[in-house]
């Protein structure tokens, strides 16, 4: 390596440029052996610095997010659940409905692929640089509920309204008591026409007022919600009953008495 190589690399290094560090050696002797023009080097070379922040900065948005798993659209079988509009969920996927704060609500019994679409189209965002934060109802009641303990409520609503889209996973799956239920009303109310919220849930909008033990709280909460919404009913069988029937671990006739129970 020669002493003007290790100056560029150096300069680099400072500049954190850290990509064209590493391929800086290798580039210039392509340039030197096809003789490629100074701007077309130099385009090469700042593209490929770009392409490598872009991805880190996605996967750092992307572990943030805490995702409980990692699943794509392009994986989601929508042959299997023909209740889901394809041609909705890819206008969900541009992500257009965040730049009016509008929420979207995933509705339907467990297994159908409400969380599978949920973390997509966090994932999706991600990728198009919005922060982007995935808990699960039970978790977040149990953040708030800490928070008002501890004198902190105001802080950690501040920290929740933050992410441009906030994803509340199983709604419905345990009861919220009044407190939880005054605790999420309030995000919910900082969050309105502010940031998009992804909900999942296993109950019918009617049946809210059971979950959060009060029909009052609940149809303020319906209200903000649903004022920019979209809201997708999936009815169809379980795809973790349709993975099991494959591997043979269930039989055809104990599925049908599952899927109705």
């Not at 400072?14 to 100074?38: D, G």
């Not at 501890?150 to 802080?155: A, D, F, P, S």
């Not at 959060?212 to 999936?234: E, P």
Request: charged letters at 25%; glycine letters at 8%; hydrophobic letters at 40%.
């Amino acid at each position: 390596m020669t002493p003007q190589i290790e100056r560029l690399r150096d300069h680099c290094h400072r500049l954190r440029l850290y990509q064209i560090e590493n391929e800086l050696t290798a580039r210039l002797e392509q340039a030197a052996k096809k003789e490629v023009s100074y701007a077309d080097f130099l385009d090469e070379l700042l593209a490929t610095e770009v392409g490598a922040k872009t991805h880190k900065h996605h996967q750092m948005r992307i572990a943030m997010a805490h995702f409980p798993f990692q699943k794509t659209l392009e994986s989601f079988d929508f042959k299997f659940q023909p209740s889901i509009d394809p041609k909705l969920i890819r206008e969900l996927a541009t992500g257009r409905y965040m730049q009016g704060g509008d929420n979207v609500l995933f509705l339907g019994p467990p297994g159908v692929g409400k969380s599978h679409l949920a973390v997509a189209l966090g994932m999706k965002a991600c990728e198009q640089g919005e922060r982007t934060l995935f808990v699960t109802a039970t978790a977040l009641i149990t953040t708030l509920g800490k928070a008002l303990a501890e004198g902190r409520l105001e802080e950690r609503l501040k920290l929740l309204t933050q992410p441009q889209l906030l994803i509340i996973d199983e709604i419905g799956y345990l009861p919220i008591d009044r407190q939880g239920a005054n605790l999420f009303f309030q995000l919910v109310s900082r969050r309105y026409e502010r940031g998009s919220i992804i909900i999942t849930s296993n109950q019918s909008l009617g049946a809210w007022g059971e979950v959060f033990g009060d029909a009052v709280i609940a149809s303020a909460i319906l209200d903000r919600l649903l004022h920019h919404s979209i809201t997708i009913n999936i009815k169809g069988e379980s795809f973790r009953l349709k993975e099991k029937l494959k591997a043979g671990l269930l039989k055809p006739k104990l599925d049908q008495q599952l899927a109705t129970s």
